[in-house]
């Protein structure tokens, strides 16, 4: 059975850093993988999708998956205080196998002024 | 273009009666999840459509719950004989396609008292 393993924190990083997230995954035929955003009492935003090694970068953000270490990251470079919020992994198995995601727990992430 | 969305965006019911979940799914998307987060907890699957094929119904809490997808575009969640511990955030989500990216809905606060 998939399992995707989040921090849940809180991380706290100050204003203008980067925010480090990171998410494992048991499933090594996993094939598609999400970061979602949760802020309070709001439904998931989807920040990034990454179907492949590497980094993958769309403005302050970027994910970085290793799939031999079963692990996925997302990286935010200049935080602001609007990135506070609940951070989501989300996880999608082989064509043929399971289209449900499995979801993380969440990290949640601070960042103060 | 415009997004996924639910109605209502709140119900209050009393506990025993039946309630109706409508979900409107982006138009094209041919996959459609239903979820529920309770306060302060993750997401939990309850069922997955993807196209016409039978959907996945394995996440369903009890025979209570049931869904239908019509013309494989909205969505109706139905829950029976409401019981307190049904109350929680009802999330509805759509993807262009099973191995794709999540779309989720502004979500249905249910409360059963």
């Known amino acids: 059975q998939k399992e995707v393993e989040q921090n849940s924190g809180p991380l706290s990083v100050p204003e203008g850093a980067i925010a480090s997230l990171n998410c494992t995954y048991s499933?090594?035929?996993?094939?598609?993988f999400f970061w979602y955003r949760q802020y309070s009492g709001k439904s998931p935003e989807l920040i990034m999708s990454i179907y492949s090694n590497g980094d993958k970068e769309d403005g302050r953000f970027t994910a970085q998956l290793n799939k031999a270490s079963q692990y996925v990251s997302l990286l935010i470079r200049d935080s602001q205080p609007s990135d506070s919020a609940t951070y989501l992994c989300a996880v999608k198995g082989l064509p043929g196998g399971s289209y449900i995601p499995t979801f993380g727990r969440g990290t949640s992430l601070i960042v103060h002024p | 273009g415009a997004g996924v969305s639910q109605s209502p965006s709140n119900k209050v019911t009393e506990k025993g009666k039946d309630v109706e979940l409508r979900c409107d799914p982006i138009?094209?998307?041919?996959?459609l999840y239903w979820y529920r987060q309770s306060l302060g907890q993750g997401l939990e699957f309850l069922i997955y459509f993807q196209g016409n094929s039978a959907p996945d119904k394995s996440g369903l809490p009890s025979d209570r719950f049931s869904a239908e997808r019509t013309g494989g575009s909205v969505s109706t969640l139905t829950i029976q004989r409401t019981q307190q511990e049904d109350s929680a955030v009802y999330l509805c989500?759509?993807?262009?396609?099973?191995?794709?990216?999540?779309?989720f809905g502004p979500g249905t606060r249910l409360t059963v008292t």
């Open positions: 499933d090594r035929v996993s094939q598609s």
């Open positions: 138009s094209g998307h041919t996959a």
């Open positions: 989500a759509s993807s262009p396609d099973r191995d794709r990216e999540q779309y």
